[in-house]
């Protein structure tokens, strides 16, 4: 969960827009909780654009339309059906929640991947493995530009990959940077995000618009 300070809020044509104080990692098609701004503005959103630029309202087609020669940043634009409010700063500052919690996999699917069967402390430990995998591999394939579901993985390859790594997260516990072994001999440190994991992520690949 992240939180981030709202400085400005304008609402157009039924169109909100909040700017936060800081770079967010909000996308588009997410839900966000505004609050701390006023009536008009506050509650449970769906993001609906980012915009770079100050928005001025929708077009005849229902298109949102920006002043281009007036770029504004870290804005949040969804829709909210109030009363026109012009841009105002908001103090005190406001709050944007920000939620994401994936889903895509269990802990008892990465101990089917990895074929053992676990109880008690290493069941608990599977949990965090997955919970510490699906945030992991989401914000990655977020970060290269791709928008996807919370609690569906996008495809099989997706789920295979965000199930290697949390199997590579399991089986280093207890060490710092390679799998534990009671060997003498040296072994090669495990990289975590292997070629393999990205290739199934995507995430060598970035979504460009």
């Known amino acids: 969960m992240a939180t981030y300070k709202i400085t400005f809020a304008t609402l157009i044509s039924n ?35 980012l915009p770079q630029y100050r928005f001025v309202g929708v077009d005849t087609d229902g298109d949102l339309l920006y ?11 969804y829709y909210f059906v109030a009363n026109d409010v012009g841009r105002f700063p908001v103090i005190p500052q ?9 889903t895509w996999v269990t802990g008892p699917e990465i101990a ?25 591999c989401y ?3 977020q970060e290269s530009g791709y928008v996807d579901s919370l609690t569906t993985s996008p495809g099989g390859d997706v789920t295979m990959g965000t199930l290697m790594y949390g199997s590579a ?11 534990a072994s009671f060997t003498d001999l040296a072994s090669a440190p495990v ?8 290739q199934l992520l995507g995430i060598s690949r ?3 618009a």
């Open 94 to 102: 406001g709050s944007l929640v920000y939620n994401q919690t994936c």
């Open 139 to 141: 914000r990655r394939r």
């Open 169 to 179: 997260l399991y089986r280093q516990r207890g060490s710092v940077d390679q799998f």
């Open 67 to 77: 002043d281009t020669n007036e770029p504004v940043a870290n804005q949040v634009l």
């Open 206 to 208: 970035p979504q460009v």
């Open 15 to 49: 169109y909100a827009v909040v700017e936060t104080l800081t770079t967010n990692e909000v996308a588009v098609g997410q839900a966000i909780t505004v609050s701390g701004v006023s009536a008009s503005f506050n509650g449970s959103q769906t993001v609906y654009a």
């Open 191 to 198: 990289v975590g995000l292997s070629g393999i994991v990205k």
């Open 112 to 136: 089917t991947y990895l074929g053992i069967t676990t109880s008690g402390n290493e069941t608990a430990f599977l949990v965090q493995c997955a919970a510490a995998t699906n945030e992991f």
